[in-house]
């Protein structure tokens, strides 16, 4: 079975990703995000997009979008999933990290198991202010109305909070949820 790759956009916690889905005994490797696309798609059966400080820096990651594997964004991630599929991304109001009380309205494959209302830990520095055409709304709180979307028919997930960290409520289950998603 091909490992899960989490891309590393020089965040500080995508060692901790790295770490949850080894600890769930899920076969993973971190990469850089410079690596080749086709390295990517021969290699890899499923794609976490980490955290980072800038998009500028998010190497080559749009085009791992394109690949047809299954893509999980997380907070930059998000990002760059927006950007690349025409919607927009502006400073948040609420701005650095902390906790955040986020709605689930849509319980699909990445966010299957939650209960309506979950307590996670984020970063508003940036957000989606404008979802892209196709892309579903699954999440969202008092502070920020776009905190997870979804393409479903392309397996591309984006949430804006970061379900590696203690701090989020049974983080665990997204990446468990993404784990299924890329078929074993």
């Not at 892309?135 to 920020?144: K, N, R, T, W, Y």
Request: proline share 5%; glycine share 12%.
């Amino acid at each position: 079975m091909l490992p899960i790759c989490v891309v590393n956009n020089h965040g500080q916690f995508n060692h901790l990703i790295h770490r949850a889905l080894r600890d769930l005994d899920i076969e993973v490797a971190l990469v850089s995000n410079t690596t080749p696309p086709q390295e990517i798609a021969a290699k890899y059966r499923g794609i976490i997009l980490g955290g980072g400080p800038d998009i500028g820096r998010a190497g080559v990651c749009a085009e791992y979008l394109d690949l047809g594997i299954p893509v999980l964004g997380i907070c930059l991630g998000l990002h760059i999933i927006a950007k690349k599929f025409g919607g927009e991304v502006r400073p948040g109001k609420s701005g650095g990290y902390g906790s955040v009380d986020v709605n689930i309205r849509e319980h699909d494959d990445i966010l299957k198991g939650y209960p309506e209302k979950i307590s996670v830990w984020a970063s508003h520095a940036d957000e989606v202010c404008n979802v892209p055409e196709g892309f579903s709304v699954l999440a969202s709180s008092d502070i920020c109305d776009v905190e997870a979307i979804a393409l479903p028919d392309k397996k591309i997930y984006g949430l804006q909070w970061h379900p590696e960290v203690s701090h989020t409520q049974d983080g665990s289950q997204v990446y468990l949820n993404f784990d299924a998603i890329c078929g074993k």
